[in-house]
Protein backbone atom coordinates (compact mmCIF):
# COMPACT_ATOMS: atom_id res chain seq x y z
CA UNK A 1 0.00 0.00 0.00
CA UNK A 2 2.99 2.20 0.96
CA UNK A 3 4.68 1.64 -1.91
CA UNK A 4 1.56 2.55 -4.43
CA UNK A 5 1.03 5.46 -2.90
CA UNK A 6 5.13 6.38 -3.48
CA UNK A 7 4.78 5.74 -6.68
CA UNK A 8 1.65 7.90 -7.04
CA UNK A 9 2.95 11.05 -5.41
CA UNK A 10 6.30 10.36 -7.87
CA UNK A 11 4.02 9.76 -10.95
CA UNK A 12 2.01 13.30 -9.97
CA UNK A 13 5.44 15.38 -9.55
CA UNK A 14 6.54 14.16 -12.83
CA UNK A 15 3.42 14.71 -14.74
CA UNK A 16 3.39 18.33 -12.86
CA UNK A 17 6.47 19.08 -13.81
CA UNK A 18 6.23 17.99 -17.89
CA UNK A 19 2.96 20.30 -17.62
CA UNK A 20 4.15 22.99 -16.26
CA UNK A 21 7.33 23.46 -18.81
CA UNK A 22 4.26 22.72 -21.66
CA UNK A 23 2.34 24.76 -23.50
CA UNK A 24 -0.89 23.67 -24.11
CA UNK A 25 -1.34 22.80 -27.69
CA UNK A 26 -4.07 23.17 -29.83
CA UNK A 27 -4.51 20.86 -33.06
CA UNK A 28 -7.46 21.56 -34.83
CA UNK A 29 -9.30 24.98 -36.38
CA UNK A 30 -11.82 24.67 -33.26
CA UNK A 31 -9.95 24.33 -30.34
CA UNK A 32 -7.59 27.28 -31.51
CA UNK A 33 -11.22 29.55 -32.18
CA UNK A 34 -12.68 27.98 -28.90
CA UNK A 35 -8.88 29.27 -26.97
CA UNK A 36 -9.36 32.91 -28.86
CA UNK A 37 -12.40 33.15 -27.64
CA UNK A 38 -12.03 32.23 -24.07
CA UNK A 39 -10.37 35.21 -22.66
CA UNK A 40 -10.13 39.12 -23.75
CA UNK A 41 -6.20 38.41 -24.97
CA UNK A 42 -4.76 35.29 -25.74
CA UNK A 43 -1.12 34.36 -27.50
CA UNK A 44 -0.49 31.27 -30.09
CA UNK A 45 2.46 30.21 -30.90
CA UNK A 46 1.79 28.73 -34.50
CA UNK A 47 5.31 26.64 -34.20
CA UNK A 48 6.64 23.57 -36.10
CA UNK A 49 6.80 22.05 -32.43
CA UNK A 50 8.68 22.34 -29.23
CA UNK A 51 12.09 22.08 -30.58
CA UNK A 52 11.23 25.17 -32.88
CA UNK A 53 12.88 28.86 -32.47
CA UNK A 54 11.57 30.52 -30.07
CA UNK A 55 9.21 27.64 -28.05
CA UNK A 56 11.51 28.06 -24.57
CA UNK A 57 11.63 31.27 -24.67
CA UNK A 58 7.46 31.57 -24.93
CA UNK A 59 7.07 29.24 -22.43
CA UNK A 60 9.21 31.70 -19.78
CA UNK A 61 7.54 34.31 -20.83
CA UNK A 62 4.09 32.85 -20.35
CA UNK A 63 5.14 32.38 -16.85
CA UNK A 64 5.79 35.77 -16.36
CA UNK A 65 2.99 37.20 -17.77
CA UNK A 66 0.21 34.33 -16.57
CA UNK A 67 -3.04 37.18 -17.01
CA UNK A 68 -2.50 36.43 -20.38
CA UNK A 69 -3.51 32.49 -21.95
CA UNK A 70 -0.57 31.09 -23.91
CA UNK A 71 -1.20 27.67 -26.29
CA UNK A 72 0.71 26.48 -29.28
CA UNK A 73 -0.73 25.20 -32.70
CA UNK A 74 1.61 22.72 -35.05
CA UNK A 75 -0.90 22.18 -37.73
CA UNK A 76 -0.09 24.23 -41.18
CA UNK A 77 -3.48 24.08 -42.00
CA UNK A 78 -4.64 26.03 -39.21
CA UNK A 79 -2.01 28.17 -39.01
CA UNK A 80 -3.41 29.30 -43.12
CA UNK A 81 -6.62 30.37 -41.46
CA UNK A 82 -5.08 33.21 -39.60
CA UNK A 83 -2.81 34.36 -42.90
CA UNK A 84 0.27 32.38 -41.03
CA UNK A 85 2.82 31.00 -43.11
CA UNK A 86 5.64 30.34 -41.00
CA UNK A 87 7.11 30.29 -37.33
CA UNK A 88 4.93 32.78 -35.88
CA UNK A 89 3.99 34.06 -32.27
CA UNK A 90 0.24 35.78 -32.48
CA UNK A 91 -1.47 37.59 -30.41
CA UNK A 92 -5.29 37.88 -30.77
CA UNK A 93 -7.47 40.56 -28.69
CA UNK A 94 -11.35 41.25 -28.85
CA UNK A 95 -11.14 45.03 -27.64
CA UNK A 96 -10.68 45.73 -31.52
CA UNK A 97 -10.26 42.44 -33.04
CA UNK A 98 -6.42 42.49 -33.54
CA UNK A 99 -3.91 40.09 -34.30
CA UNK A 100 -0.57 41.08 -33.79
CA UNK A 101 2.15 38.98 -35.61
CA UNK A 102 5.71 38.06 -34.48
CA UNK A 103 7.13 36.45 -37.07
CA UNK A 104 10.14 34.33 -35.70
CA UNK A 105 12.04 34.83 -39.27
CA UNK A 106 12.22 38.74 -39.12
CA UNK A 107 13.35 38.42 -35.68
CA UNK A 108 17.22 39.28 -35.21
CA UNK A 109 16.99 37.62 -31.76
CA UNK A 110 14.49 35.88 -29.93
CA UNK A 111 14.47 36.13 -25.66
CA UNK A 112 11.50 35.97 -23.37
CA UNK A 113 12.31 39.03 -22.37
CA UNK A 114 10.91 40.64 -25.77
CA UNK A 115 8.17 38.34 -25.50
CA UNK A 116 7.20 39.58 -22.75
CA UNK A 117 7.57 42.81 -23.73
CA UNK A 118 5.63 41.83 -26.76
CA UNK A 119 2.52 40.73 -24.99
CA UNK A 120 2.22 43.42 -22.46
CA UNK A 121 2.80 45.91 -24.92
CA UNK A 122 -0.41 44.69 -27.11
CA UNK A 123 -2.47 43.49 -24.04
CA UNK A 124 -5.45 45.93 -24.94
CA UNK A 125 -8.37 44.54 -22.71
CA UNK A 126 -11.62 45.51 -23.23
CA UNK A 127 -10.84 47.86 -20.63
CA UNK A 128 -7.48 48.46 -19.97
CA UNK A 129 -5.35 50.32 -17.83
CA UNK A 130 -3.54 53.16 -19.33
CA UNK A 131 0.83 52.85 -18.27
CA UNK A 132 3.61 54.21 -20.36
CA UNK A 133 4.70 50.65 -21.75
CA UNK A 134 0.84 50.25 -23.13
CA UNK A 135 0.39 53.27 -24.77
CA UNK A 136 2.40 51.84 -28.23
CA UNK A 137 -0.48 49.57 -28.16
CA UNK A 138 -3.67 51.76 -27.53
CA UNK A 139 -2.08 54.46 -29.98
CA UNK A 140 -1.19 51.58 -32.35
CA UNK A 141 -4.13 49.91 -32.47
CA UNK A 142 -6.65 50.83 -35.94
CA UNK A 143 -9.66 51.81 -32.96
CA UNK A 144 -8.23 56.00 -32.42
CA UNK A 145 -11.48 56.85 -30.60
CA UNK A 146 -10.83 56.00 -26.50
CA UNK A 147 -13.81 56.18 -24.18
CA UNK A 148 -11.66 57.11 -20.71
CA UNK A 149 -12.54 56.60 -17.07
CA UNK A 150 -11.09 58.78 -15.06
CA UNK A 151 -11.00 57.12 -11.36
CA UNK A 152 -8.77 56.94 -8.31
CA UNK A 153 -7.97 53.27 -7.88
CA UNK A 154 -8.99 51.64 -4.16
CA UNK A 155 -11.74 55.07 -4.02
CA UNK A 156 -15.56 53.65 -2.93
CA UNK A 157 -17.80 52.50 -6.01
CA UNK A 158 -14.25 52.03 -8.43
CA UNK A 159 -15.16 48.14 -9.16
CA UNK A 160 -18.33 48.86 -9.18
CA UNK A 161 -17.46 51.17 -12.24
CA UNK A 162 -14.48 49.27 -13.59
CA UNK A 163 -17.43 46.32 -13.82
CA UNK A 164 -19.86 48.48 -15.19
CA UNK A 165 -17.57 49.17 -18.28
CA UNK A 166 -16.13 46.33 -18.58
CA UNK A 167 -19.66 44.98 -19.37
CA UNK A 168 -20.38 47.72 -21.46
CA UNK A 169 -17.25 47.87 -23.61
CA UNK A 170 -18.13 44.47 -25.71
CA UNK A 171 -21.07 46.78 -27.30
CA UNK A 172 -18.40 49.02 -28.72
CA UNK A 173 -16.25 46.90 -30.22
CA UNK A 174 -13.68 48.06 -33.13
CA UNK A 175 -15.70 51.78 -32.22
CA UNK A 176 -13.87 52.87 -29.12
CA UNK A 177 -11.42 51.63 -26.51
CA UNK A 178 -12.17 51.39 -23.19
CA UNK A 179 -9.70 52.96 -20.89
CA UNK A 180 -8.72 53.13 -17.70
CA UNK A 181 -6.97 56.30 -16.37
CA UNK A 182 -6.39 55.98 -12.32
CA UNK A 183 -6.14 59.38 -11.15
CA UNK A 184 -4.03 58.36 -7.90
CA UNK A 185 -0.70 57.62 -10.08
CA UNK A 186 1.13 60.86 -10.07
CA UNK A 187 2.31 59.38 -13.69
CA UNK A 188 -1.19 60.16 -14.83
CA UNK A 189 -1.25 63.87 -13.96
CA UNK A 190 -0.80 64.78 -17.02
CA UNK A 191 -3.47 62.84 -18.90
CA UNK A 192 -6.11 63.83 -15.94
CA UNK A 193 -5.12 67.44 -16.53
CA UNK A 194 -5.15 67.63 -20.32
CA UNK A 195 -9.25 67.46 -20.02
CA UNK A 196 -9.27 70.21 -17.01
CA UNK A 197 -9.58 68.11 -14.32
CA UNK A 198 -7.79 67.36 -11.04
CA UNK A 199 -7.67 64.05 -9.11
CA UNK A 200 -10.36 65.54 -6.33
CA UNK A 201 -12.80 66.27 -9.16
CA UNK A 202 -12.78 62.24 -10.22
CA UNK A 203 -14.39 59.80 -10.71
CA UNK A 204 -15.31 61.30 -14.74
CA UNK A 205 -15.40 59.76 -18.56
CA UNK A 206 -14.47 61.15 -21.37
CA UNK A 207 -13.69 60.49 -24.87
CA UNK A 208 -10.54 61.24 -27.11
CA UNK A 209 -10.86 61.30 -30.84
CA UNK A 210 -6.85 60.70 -31.66
CA UNK A 211 -7.28 61.25 -35.46
CA UNK A 212 -8.99 64.86 -34.75
CA UNK A 213 -7.05 65.37 -31.16
CA UNK A 214 -10.50 66.32 -30.04
CA UNK A 215 -11.87 65.61 -26.80
CA UNK A 216 -14.68 65.81 -24.69
CA UNK A 217 -16.32 65.27 -20.89
CA UNK A 218 -19.74 63.85 -20.04
CA UNK A 219 -21.11 66.18 -17.96
CA UNK A 220 -20.81 65.58 -14.21
CA UNK A 221 -23.22 63.27 -12.48
CA UNK A 222 -24.06 59.64 -11.99
CA UNK A 223 -21.84 57.17 -14.53
CA UNK A 224 -24.60 55.15 -15.35
CA UNK A 225 -24.50 52.53 -18.04
CA UNK A 226 -27.04 54.50 -19.93
CA UNK A 227 -25.43 57.85 -19.55
CA UNK A 228 -21.98 55.98 -21.05
CA UNK A 229 -24.42 54.31 -23.68
CA UNK A 230 -26.16 57.38 -25.48
CA UNK A 231 -22.34 59.60 -24.94
CA UNK A 232 -20.39 56.92 -27.12
CA UNK A 233 -23.44 56.88 -29.24
CA UNK A 234 -23.36 60.70 -29.34
CA UNK A 235 -20.35 60.76 -30.51
CA UNK A 236 -20.44 57.97 -33.58
CA UNK A 237 -23.60 59.88 -34.78
CA UNK A 238 -21.65 63.03 -34.84
CA UNK A 239 -23.24 64.94 -32.29
CA UNK A 240 -20.37 65.82 -30.41
CA UNK A 241 -18.73 67.47 -32.94
CA UNK A 242 -20.07 71.43 -32.68
CA UNK A 243 -20.13 70.63 -28.67
CA UNK A 244 -17.56 72.32 -26.61
CA UNK A 245 -14.22 70.38 -26.07
CA UNK A 246 -12.85 69.26 -22.86
CA UNK A 247 -9.86 71.52 -21.44
CA UNK A 248 -8.88 74.26 -19.23
CA UNK A 249 -12.21 73.81 -17.57
CA UNK A 250 -13.15 70.81 -15.61
CA UNK A 251 -16.96 71.41 -16.31
CA UNK A 252 -17.90 70.86 -19.67
CA UNK A 253 -21.23 71.00 -21.53
CA UNK A 254 -22.35 68.59 -23.74
Not at 6 to 18: H, I, K, Q, Y
Not at 84 to 106: G, M, P, Y
Request: proline share 2%.
Amino acid sequence: MLVTLLVSLLVSSVFATEKDSALPRLTDTKAVEAFIDSADVVVIGFLEGEESKGYQELVAAAKRVDSVPVAICTEKEVWAEHSVSSDTITLFRKADNHQENLVLSDAKKIEADGLVNFITINEIRFVTEYSQVNAVGLFGSEVKTHLLLFANKGKKNFAELMERLGALAPEFTGKFLFVLINGAAKSNAKAVGYFGLKSKDLPRVGIYDAQSDMKWLLPEGEISTERVREFCQSFLKGELKEVKQAGAEAKTEL
